[in-house]
């Protein structure tokens, strides 16, 4: 179905790598999604999403990295508790329905936090509050595995809450918490449906890898510069809500 709407999926995958990007996470629930409802065997959609991920968020990962910004000893917990979780969540097996439910639940959840306010003060909320923030990332790095995701949509809320660190940190550490569980959970998909399958995905959505790499890009160096960050997080919270409500309506 990816051959038969190339350019129009093609521009989908484009639009949400640049709202995504501009706000510093990578869309692969909704890259799943809008595959769904292409009509794609659901068994290739976490393939074809998490790479898309990794594409997305390794440019601004790299980026943060080099700017000083990953707060690298608190991330490295969050990563090392949702990496292996994100590897056991691919390795899953899932029926059809249960995955479709899963992911428009997740992508309307993920329309409710990016209305989430973002606090742009420093670090400094409660102490049993941010402590208790790494118990966020085993949840969230399975179903990063299982659905697709990186998870970091809604690692980065809770984290605001708890004022775990400063704004641009916790955009530094979802990133990279969204790569790292998406790379482990492309690994575990691979195990569980075989290389051929993840060639064969790969093959056929390579127009949408491109499409996702200019996206990214765009998104993470111009958007945010053209429009308030404000209202690049409430246009892609009403197009996640829309694919995701589509996405249940049809199940």
Not at 11 to 17: E, G, K, S
Not at 85 to 97: N, Q, R, V
Not at 98 to 112: D, H, N, P
């Amino acid at each position: 179905m990816i051959g038969a709407v190339p350019a129009l999926l093609a521009l989908a995958f484009l639009v949400t790598a640049l709202l995504y990007a501009s706000v510093g996470f990578g869309g692969g629930s909704t890259y799943a999604a809008l595959l769904a409802l292409s009509g794609l065997d659901y068994r290739l959609l976490p393939l074809v999403a998490l790479a898309c991920n990794i594409v997305v968020v390794a440019g601004s990962s790299i980026r943060f990295a080099r700017a000083g910004l990953t707060p690298w000893r608190r991330a490295a917990v969050l990563v090392g508790l949702g990496a292996p979780l994100s590897f056991l969540g691919g390795l899953t097996p899932i029926k059809e329905t249960t995955f479709l439910s899963l992911l428009g639940a997740s992508l309307v959840l993920t329309a409710v936090t990016m209305l989430i306010p973002v606090r742009e003060g420093a670090a400094g909320g409660p102490a049993r509050f941010a402590r208790w923030m790494p118990l966020a990332a085993a949840p969230l790095g399975y179903l990063a595995g299982l659905v697709g995701i990186g998870g970091g949509i809604f690692l980065a809320p809770l984290l605001h809450l708890a004022r775990w660190h400063e704004a641009r940190s916790i955009a530094a550490t979802a990133s990279l918490f969204i790569l790292v569980n998406s790379l482990f959970g492309l690994a575990g998909q691979m195990l569980k449906n075989g290389p051929d399958l993840f060639g064969q995905a790969i093959s056929a959505a390579l127009p949408l890898l491109v499409a996702v790499v200019i996206g990214g890009q765009v998104g993470s160096l111009l958007a945010a510069r053209l429009l308030p960050p404000k209202w690049i997080r409430w246009l892609t919270a009403l197009l996640v809500l829309v694919v995701g409500a589509r996405l249940l309506a049809g199940i």
